[in-house]
């Protein structure tokens, strides 16, 4: 009898605490700063891009969802700093599972995996992202939790987490610097 | 330690022990028991190895006395006694090929990602697997100008280059061009041509395919694919009748490049720049769908109306005409077994055939008995080439067989009118007037005089004592002319005759059943006899002689059909047209010219969508012939047909030549030709064989046009006599029109007779010459 | 075609087993006669020769007797090797440059005298060793520079 008591005690005691249920997409909760989520191509300081289309990406990517077509560089206009450049890059986020061995084969750190993982669609085809939409920034951002709660050089991280505009400790807006 | 037999030595490589022949290359030697020593310049197609990049490098010991430095065991032969320590093993050799590697990686731009070599080079193979790991260059790298194209075809990219000499000696000892060469000396050198005008050779492409490192490529490979996301299909060149094998590389459903696909026996791993790089593009140019003619002009029409439309004309003509008011006309462009269905078709409805333009030139057949294999070239002791066409022209990487016969000792003797590439370093050369080849091979065959001025002595005295003689007759003359010769030579008993074919498939299309020769066709088609012809892969007023009594015939035929990828001028007498596949595009088997059977793999899908295979079996049931519409089945009855030992399945990978029997029988003599007339004062000997590059995929490739580039070449006591010099502008012009281009001056072309590299003038006749 | 130099050649040729063999002869024999060997001098000693125009250059580019760049009437070869260069060769090159008013590898202003380097003469015990018109000049100093090339501005072509 007294064990009832004390279990529903448990019970009552709970139902006037505040739920810790989190309102989604009313509150997004911040992720990880490691969290892989939607990738960014990269453009150099100068404006070129940084990838020369290589498709050592599309050679790690275990989903097999990465296409790249390269061309020459035109000698009027230059697209990237090499040769070549990337005349299609498509990544097929149906297929992609966000293991980030595109980042990790790239040559030139012009492919990084940011937290956004806001990706659904309402066709197939349109999760196939085009080189347009993977230059340019995600339209939602996905906020990320300060690096400085976690065991990472943080000066490092900071710069790498430069690139993409997410909430950081000194950044608490995500806006770009 | 004593040899097990006398001529066999023993050799000890990282504690392994090794009998084998005395003077083996320590590399060869090593890879027998299972240890690689790494190599970036050795490649023992290219001759004796020079030791360049010294990549090989190991510790030698003989006789218990380690020699005092580290051998290269590309140049270091095996000696009794001799024990070896590679890499692997041995803390010296390791150091000293770590220091190759650095040095060799010196001035290497490791661009490797935006490098077409990357995921199939050997630097980088190598050096992941036995390079040092990191690098101590901090100073800048040597810097050049890139790429650079060293022709239309190939690009070079100097910083690349790691100075192996493959690409040189490929151009000096293999196609003996000698154009491409190391300029400048030490860490100046650079691969260049003489004042880097294009490198024009017509097997340039190989060094693309040599270079170790990513410094000499494709140029319409660049940039294309990754090794990574190509497919590579085994598949047969039909470019000619050598039947070259290949790899056709496919990324994402378009043949992107081919490469050797090395057949001992046949191409020994080379390939012509027609067949690397001629492609039947683009595609928007060509025949996608079947025409039929009305009174408006041609329509598009269904494969149904078209299939059935063509059999219905020819069972008319027949029924109406009575046999042999058909004819079916091919030049070989066609697999046995699109072959065996036409004549299928031409029996029912006894239609005429023919596979190359002469009948008497095309009965390949009569030289069985005393035919040559390619691989013949390597053990003769004497190849007599007559004809005034360049061996390469009709039978393109035979030329390089011929050549490394010629190094290996073997005597080359050239009776031609001169000018052709081959010549210049031959044995011996017999200057014949042009167009005298049937005379020559008759008066060799002790049928006839000689040519005047042509002492053919010292020649048959030669073939006289010759222990494996291999005659190559480059000319279309009569085959019993050179089945005589080859009797009167017991060339049944050693060495023979090694055909040449025009065609790339002649050999196949006339044992499938389309045996004949446009000869017969044409007089049959101006008399009025036949009534319906069918072009099948062929366009007469192109690619064969008497271009104009083509036209002239064609137009008067009641029913013409061409088969035909592209629009050409058959197609505008056409009245019903069917889309031809190409190349890449075929499934079946191809005979080449010793009569191997090799079989072609469809890579890419032609722009139709449909086989050819099919049409023709859609043909054959309106008329009742049974032809089935997949090759593997009409392959199994051909090769029933025909006694060929090999099935289907036996036909992948490098197709054997099974052997055949030799067993002559003394021809019927045959009449003397007739010597070609001279010509009238003033005016020249035309000189205008088919060249090797020519035909509608030739023309429609860029990377190619600069091998197209005419020229015109005279005698140099004719061109002093003209008052011109060489590059002065020169038109001639022959009976099939103008030809105009540049003058080259030979000293070996005899006088009075003027080459051509033309594909669409006569063969023979005469020409006059003016500067233009 | 000239054919005093076709003939030359032939003459060279017929003395090896070999045509190749000729290429140093040959192309000698056309420096000669034209002081350099030009792109059109190179095209004539290959039909001469008969062997790749590319090969003539491959040759000639490796020897420093060749000389692919036309050249003025007096022509003066500095070695600048170890052993001459360790007892002041570049002293002896800079005296030449300054005083012809030319770099190392080019020709002075009025076409008198080109100054080029090249590879050891075989001197070294007695460097540095300077060659003008192929006489060799032993323990050339800067000193000497001047009433050399005074000299040389002064006579006729001569080597």
Known sequence: MLDQVKGFSVTLRHLFRKPVTQEYPEYRRPVYPRFRGRHQLHRHENGLEKCVGCSLCAAACPADCIRVVPAENPVEGRVSAGERYARIYEINMARCIFCGYCELACPFDAITLGNDFELSEISRDALVYTKDMLLAKPERR???????????????????????????????EGAPE | MAATETNLVTVTFDGRELQVAPGTPLVVAAAEVGIEIPVFCYEPRLGPPIGACRMCLVEVEIGGRAMPKLQAACTMTTQDGMVVRTAATSAPAKEGQDAVLEFLLLNHPLDCPVCDKGGECPLQDLTFRYGPGTSRMTIPKRTYEKPLPISPSVLIDRERCILCYRCTRFSSDVAEDGELVARERGARSVIATFEERPYV???????????????????????????????????????????????????????????????????????????????????????AEPLIRDSSGLHPATWEEATRSTAQRLRHVSALKGAGAVAIVTGGNLTNEEAYGWAAIARSVGARTASGPVAAAGEWERLDPYAARIDDLDRSDLIVVIGDADVADRAGVVDLRIRKARRAGAHLAIVSAGGTILERDAGSFVAAPAGSAAAIVAA???????????????????????????????????????????????????????????GANERGARLAGLSGGGDAVLAGLESGEIRAVVLVGLDPTAEWPEAERWHMALAQADHVVTVSAFVNSAVSWSHIVLPQTVDHEREGTVTNLEGRIQRLRPVTKGP???????????????????????????????????????SWSQLNGRAPLPSRGREARAPKKVAAPKAPPAPAAGRFVLVAPRPLFAGPAVE????????????????????????????????????????????????????????????????????????? | ????????????????????????????LAQAKYRWLSPEAFEEVSRCIDLPVAQCVAVASFYDMYFLEPVGEHVVEVCTNVSCALVGAADVVAAFEMELGCSLGSTSADGKVTLRPVECLGGCGWGPVVSIDHRYHEHFTADDVKPVVAGLRTSEGGH
Request: aromatic share 4%; net charge neutral; charged share 20%.
């Open chain 2, 700 to 772: 429609r490739t860029a990377a190619l046009a600069h091998q197209r580039a005419p020229w015109v070449m005279l005698n140099h006591a004719d061109a002093d006599a003209l008052g011109v010099a060489e590059h002065d502008v020169i038109s001639v012009t022959h009976a099939g029109g103008t030809h105009t281009g540049p003058l080259r001056i030979s000293r070996r072309l005899v006088a009075g007779a003027v080459r051509i590299n033309w594909a669409g003038a006569p063969a023979t006749g005469d020409a006059t010459v003016v500067r233009s």
């Open chain 2, 201 to 287: 050779g017509a097997f340039s492409g190989n060094v693309t395919e040599l270079c170790p490192v990513g410094a000499l490529l494709p140029t319409p490979y660049r940039f294309k694919a990754r090794p990574w996301e190509i497919v590579n299909v085994p598949t047969v060149c039909t470019g000619c009748a050598v039947g070259c094998n290949t790899w056709v590389t496919l990324r994402e459903g378009k043949a992107e490049r081919v490469i050797s696909r090395n057949h001992p026996e046949v191409d020994e791993g080379w390939l012509c720049d027609r067949g690397r790089f001629a492609r039947h593009e683009p595609l928007v140019e060509r025949l």
């Open chain 3, 1 to 28: 075609m000239s054919d005093s130099l076709h003939d030359a050649i032939q003459a060279e040729i017929a003395k090896y087993p070999d045509r190749r063999s000729a290429i140093l002869a040959a192309l000698r």
């Open chain 2, 444 to 502: 060799l065959a002790g049928a006839g005089a000689a040519p005047a001025g042509v002492d053919l002595a010292d020649l048959g005295a030669r073939l006289a004592v010759a222990s494996h003689p291999v005659l190559v007759v480059t000319d279309p003359i009569a085959i019993a002319l050179i089945e005589q010769l080859a009797h009167t030579l017991r060339l049944h008993e050693r060495g023979g005759v090694l055909p040449m074919p025009r």
């Open chain 1, 142 to 172: 996905t906020p990320s939790k300060s690096v400085e709660l976690y065991d990472v050089p943080v000066q490092e991280m900071e710069r790498v987490l430069g690139m993409y505009d997410v909430i950081t400790a000194t950044n608490p």
């Open chain 2, 608 to 646: 139709s969508g449909r086989s050819d295979l099919v049409a023709i079996a859609a043909i054959a049931e309106v008329l009742g012939v049974p032809v089935a519409p997949t090759p593997a089945k009409v392959y199994a009855t051909l090769a029933a047909d025909l006694t060929v030992p090999l």
